[in-house]
């Protein structure tokens, strides 16, 4: 669970992906699919080129899933449950892809708010995103 000060660093940081999901999901996507190539395997379906509407719309989605978590920090297990059956039982994600993507996701956030990201928000973001991960990864066995 969070502290307040952890939630409070949490929600700003979240208003601003909630400005342009889109914008900030298809940065991290490039990201990982650049630096690990590896996880491209799981997007063979869609265009993961520079620039590509797939990866735009997919980044959406999954920036527009942390804002809508972040909407009920007391509760990440019921808000991501359904997220967590398809992550596990449908996508079969290796558990180790979603740390790559999360530091993927901190980056993107440090480069655009430089002035936000500082220590404090950069470590409660990470918890953030450790949580989800958490949640969408276990129930794999
Ligand atoms: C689909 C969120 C991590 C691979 C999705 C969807 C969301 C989402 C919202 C769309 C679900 C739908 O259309 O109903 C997240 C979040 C993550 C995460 C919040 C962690 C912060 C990952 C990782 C991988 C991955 C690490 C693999 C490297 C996929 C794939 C799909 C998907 C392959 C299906 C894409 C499609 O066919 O449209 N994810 N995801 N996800 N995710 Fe994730």
């Known amino acids: 669970s969070f502290s307040d000060a ?18 900030y999901g298809s940065e ?6 650049l630096g690990f ?17 797939d990866v735009r719309t997919h980044g959406g989605k999954v920036l527009g899933a942390l804002v809508e978590a972040a909407k009920h920090l007391d509760d990440m297990e019921g808000t991501l449950s359904q997220l967590s059956d398809l992550h596990a ?8 892809n979603f740390k790559l993507l999360s530091h993927c996701i901190l980056v993107v956030l440090a480069c655009h708010f430089p002035a936000e990201f500082d ?3 950069h470590a409660a973001f990470d918890k953030y995103l450790a949580v ?10």
């Open 6 to 23: 952890e939630k409070a660093a949490i929600v700003s940081m979240i208003g601003k992906v909630a400005a342009n999901p889109g914008g």
């Open 28 to 33: 991290a996507l490039e990201r990982l699919f």
């Open 37 to 53: 190539p590896q996880t491209k395997t799981y997007f063979n379906h869609i265009d993961v080129s520079h620039g590509s509407a």
């Open 89 to 96: 039982y449908n996508l079969m994600v290796d558990p180790g």
């Open 119 to 121: 220590a404090c928000t």
């Open 132 to 141: 989800v991960s958490a949640i969408l990864t276990s129930k794999y066995r």
